[in-house]
């Protein structure tokens, strides 16, 4: 069974809408289905009625953005009440401020050499709640200033590089309150890529574990494949359920599509044990 509980629309930096990317996960062989757009929930209803109409399994996520120890982190939430009140809230006070941010990064890039990055990251952004480095990227590559998106976020929009602008997102105390709150349960995206040191990685599994989160991401997009088990060794450890999927964002510019994925290593419970 292929389970992938990590993907974006073109609600928050993904190019397919709700229900075509529904359509392509499933003609990709995807048999359970998240959605989990960054800071937005406005994607589920139309992600959930073209899964469930083309016999997928689908999960209501979301991808919270949070500073950890001044570091951006991401939280997925899975099994979210999308209309939970104070999940709704805390998302859009989360988005709020990612307008501001975004012309400030242009005003970075066009001190750097590169004018009109705002209006060219703007044409590909569908929800202009949420401007995303994502959509600078593009621009990047598109008006030739890097190659490749990877290569953007080795020369720009990174810490210490043109068009970085630091950002207060909300506490991971927050972050999972909402999340349990709304029935949901909290899950650290992609941790190989944060660059803490070891000690800081415990630091955040063990407060992460103390606030009541319960998975970590081991196979995804965002990992390498040695990645895979050194984060089943994590989950073990630290007594948290793996998490698996793509963070899929657009045709060709993922690192892993949906079909290539491969699946949780053994000796770990998987986040969906229970579920079905
Ligand atoms: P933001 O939420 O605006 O800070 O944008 C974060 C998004 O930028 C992530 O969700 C990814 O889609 C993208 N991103 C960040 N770092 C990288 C990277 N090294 N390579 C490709 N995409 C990245
Ligand atoms: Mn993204
Ligand atoms: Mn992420
Ligand atoms: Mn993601």
């Not at 529904?22 to 589920?44: F, K, P, Q, R």
């Not at 929800?127 to 720009?156: Q, W």
Request: hydrophobic fraction near 40%; include cysteine.
């Amino acid at each position: 069974m292929n389970v992938d509980l990590h993907c974006h629309s073109n609600v928050s930096d993904g190019v397919l809408a709700p229900a075509a990317l529904a359509a392509y996960a499933h003609n990709a062989g995807v048999d359970v289905w998240a959605l989990t757009d960054h800071d937005e929930v406005g994607g589920i209803a139309r992600a959930r009625e073209a899964a469930t109409a083309v016999g997928m399994r689908f999960v209501p996520g979301v991808e919270i953005s949070i500073t950890w120890a001044n570091q951006t982190v991401h939280i997925v939430g899975l099994q979210i009440d999308a209309t939970n009140t104070a999940l709704v809230n805390g998302l859009a006070a989360t988005r709020s401020g990612r307008d501001a941010r975004g012309r400030e990064m242009a005003e970075q890039l066009e001190k750097a050499g590169i004018p009109g990055a705002y209006e060219g990251a703007l044409k590909y952004v569908d929800n202009p709640d949420l401007m995303s480095r994502t959509h600078f990227a593009r621009y990047l590559v598109e008006c030739g200033a890097c190659a490749s998106i990877p290569e953007v976020f080795r020369k720009y929009l990174t810490e210490g590089k043109p068009g970085y602008v630091p950002h207060r997102w909300a506490s991971l105390q927050d972050a999972v309150s909402w999340i349990r709150g709304a029935g949901g349960i909290a899950v650290i995206a992609h941790p190989g890529r944060y660059k803490f040191g070891v000690v800081g990685e415990g630091a955040l599994f063990d407060e992460f574990k103390q606030l009541g989160g319960s998975a970590i991401e081991v196979v995804t997009g965002s990992h390498t494949p040695d990645q895979y088990d050194v984060y089943a060794e994590q989950a073990r450890r630290y007594g948290f359920l793996a998490s698996r999927g793509t963070d899929f964002h657009a045709p060709g510019e993922t690192r892993v599509e949906f079909s290539l994925l491969p699946p949780l290593p053994g000796g770990v419970t998987p986040v969906w044990h229970d579920w079905f």
